[in-house]
């Protein structure tokens, strides 16, 4: 995946008003005006649209837009509910039951078992419980259907990856499937104890929620209590269309935080409840453009974000959703001016980062971390800290600064000891070290909780650098446990075919890994694509055809010590001995630890050209 793009970057902390006045001070050259500023500078604001639309709600009426109501979004019916399950078909109902040690709120269970504001106590589907504002149920059958439900939906998902891998002609034992699929299972399931719980203190809790859950706490580093309070909330205040689209948005939060497309499904049903109960408002417009950027699909990502900059040009969300959008469409003209647009409205962390993104695509990797840094001295949130010092962890990582990435990284590990892209990044900086023992250590507390395609990937790469007894067969348990993964995504609406072009092409079904970088490439050309089937062509001998693709995804003066390394490689498969060694050399200079493996083979090929 693209690094600090749309899986990674962090939602908007604030509201949605425009600013008061113009930031104070002036920008060095190259960097957002706003950037000098501080948090302070940036308007207050109250939960964005987290107003009920029904006095009798107990909150405050909010008018509707202005104008014609456009036309209702793609997959809202109008009687579509917000739960995925029933209490009976609920797989928190049988979690709870025996609960695992270190179960942390934030793990939610896999699929649709968990309602998005709770399962309606036994009964509740009664007339008299409809009109007292009890969410709608869906029946247990009809949950079944939806991918990830339930313990059926998780086993209906391992099946699906067993047979993926059987397709590409991969035989695994009986044993290592078992361990890949219990292994993902436990990782997107472990918390379901949790929303048991929630569920059957649902009438104590709900009597107690605040009238609004403001969206800064999706930010604040609580966001296991933000959605424990957002599904106390609704279920008293269910016409709260605000409440549903900061509830989506938290879900997309926890995909992303916690590497379970899972969520993704839920997350759409909130945001459409949203929209259903309020046409087009902003929050849930923003929110929906966020879902569909986290599940790669950036057309549509483009096409919400601008619906909601319409209703509100200064949707912090929206904006930030744009630029990323843009970015992962290649477009990176459009991105710079949409990064320009977007600090002059609404100045902020999430804005100053993808500025920062935009800038390091281009090659300018003095403005970029002049801007981290300046992100970094305004954040307060420990998400925020999280995040930016993560960036500039990355950063340093990208040029080879190892000590410098691990400070940052130890300082977001500060923030959060459970950041998911730090501990990776950390584990990541200690192997270009030459610390495999602790960077395999690393990155198994990593896929152990999180088992996500990258971080598999790196682990079985450092088992084979290792190659210690068995541990070729771990590796291969990784690389198998990424199908497992690519499986589950797309069953939750997630496009992974640069997933899978990037992790087949070393590690798998090479074919397959073609087939998936041409897809993704008629989708959208980026710099990552292009390098992604570039490689994909040269693994499947076409190197005369990878040339001109390798060369692409280094044209923008992007420092990728890896797509300099894939460059070598194809070039000198091609013939073209001179420029193999430079674009070789030129790697092992920027980053001689980008790979375990790729570090290797590049010096390997650069000492028989000499």
């Known amino acids: 995946m693209s690094p600090r793009t749309n899986d990674s970057a962090p939602e908007s902390d604030g509201g949605e008003q425009p600013p008061a006045g113009p930031e104070a001070g002036t920008a060095e050259a190259g960097t957002p005006a706003s950037a000098i500023g501080t948090a302070e500078a940036m308007p207050e604001e109250s939960a964005a649209g987290a107003t009920a639309e029904d006095p009798s709600a107990g909150a405050t009426t909010e008018e509707p837009p202005t104008g014609a109501a456009p036309e209702k979004p793609a997959g809202v019916t109008a009687e579509e509910s917000p739960a995925d399950t ?72 391992r099946v699906a990856a067993v047979r993926r891998l059987s397709v590409s002609g991969r035989r695994w034992r009986a044993a290592q499937l078992g361990f890949c699929a219990a292994a993902l299972a436990v990782a997107l399931t472990a918390g379901a104890v949790v929303l048991g719980a929630v569920r059957d203190g649902g009438t104590a809790n709900a009597a107690a929620a605040p009238v609004a859950v403001s969206p800064q706490l999706l930010a604040s580093g609580d966001l296991d209590a933000s959605i424990t309070s957002l599904q106390a909330h609704l279920r008293a205040q269910p016409k709260d269309f605000g409440g549903w689209s900061t509830l989506g948005l938290a879900y997309i939060e926890q995909a992303r935080t916690k590497g379970d ?34 599940r790669h699909d950036f057309h549509g990502a483009l096409t919400y974000a601008d619906r909601a900059l319409k209703q509100n040009p200064y949707s912090e969300r929206a904006l930030s959703s744009r630029i990323d959008a843009l970015v992962e469409l290649g477009r ?86 459970s950041y998911l892209p730090a501990l990776e990044g950390r584990a990541r900086a200690q192997a270009a070290q030459g610390d495999s023992a602790a960077a395999i250590r690393g990155m198994e507390q990593v896929v152990e909780r999180f088992p996500l395609p990258q971080p598999l990937v790196e682990l079985g790469e450092l088992y084979e650098a290792r190659g210690k007894k068995g541990d070729r067969q771990k590796a291969r348990d990784q690389y198998a446990l990424v199908d497992a993964w690519v499986a589950l995504a797309r069953a939750n609406g997630v496009n992974a075919d640069l997933d899978t072009a990037l992790a087949a092409a070393d590690h798998g079904d090479r074919e397959a890994a073609l087939k998936a970088a041409r897809a993704e490439w008629a989708r959208r050309h980026t710099v990552h694509t292009a390098d992604a089937l570039a490689w994909a062509l040269h693994v499947n001998g076409r190197d005369k055809e990878a ?64």
């Open 332 to 417: 990176y003209d459009d991105a710079s001016k949409a990064a320009d647009v977007a600090d002059e409205r609404r100045p902020g962390v999430p804005v100053f980062t993808r500025y920062a993104y935009v800038r390091e695509l281009r090659g300018d990797v003095t403005t970029a971390r002049r801007v981290l840094e300046q992100a970094l001295s305004t954040a307060t949130s420990r998400g925020d800290v999280s995040y930016v010092a993560s960036a500039l962890g990355q950063l340093a990582w990208n040029q080879g600064e190892y000590k410098t990435a691990l400070t940052y990284y130890a300082r977001a590990l500060a923030a959060d000891d």
């Open 86 to 157: 029933t209490a009976e078909g609920s797989a928190a109902g049988t979690t709870a039951k025996e609960p695992q040690a270190g179960t942390t709120g934030q793990e939610l269970p896999a699929g649709a078992a968990a309602q998005e504001a709770g399962a309606p106590e036994a009964g509740a589907q009664e007339a008299g419980a409809q009109e007292a504002g009890a969410p709608e149920a869906v029946a247990p059958e009809a949950a079944a259907q939806a991918p990830g439900s339930g313990a059926d939906g998780v086993h209906d998902e």
């Open 547 to 610: 040339l001109p693709y390798t060369r692409r995804a280094t044209a923008t003066g992007y420092h990728s010590a890896s797509f300099l390394y894939h460059r070598g490689m194809i070039e000198r498969a091609a013939g073209d001995a001179k420029e193999a060694r430079a674009s070789l050399k030129s790697a092992l200079d920027l980053n001689p630890g980008f790979s375990p493996l790729g570090a290797r083979k590049a010096r390997t090929a650069l000492g028989a050209a000499k």
């Open 261 to 294: 497309p899972s969520r993704y499904p839920q997350a759409q049903r909130a945001l459409d409840r949203s929209l259903r109960l309020r046409p087009d408002n902003d929050p849930a417009l923003a929110g929906r453009a966020a879902l569909a950027a986290a």
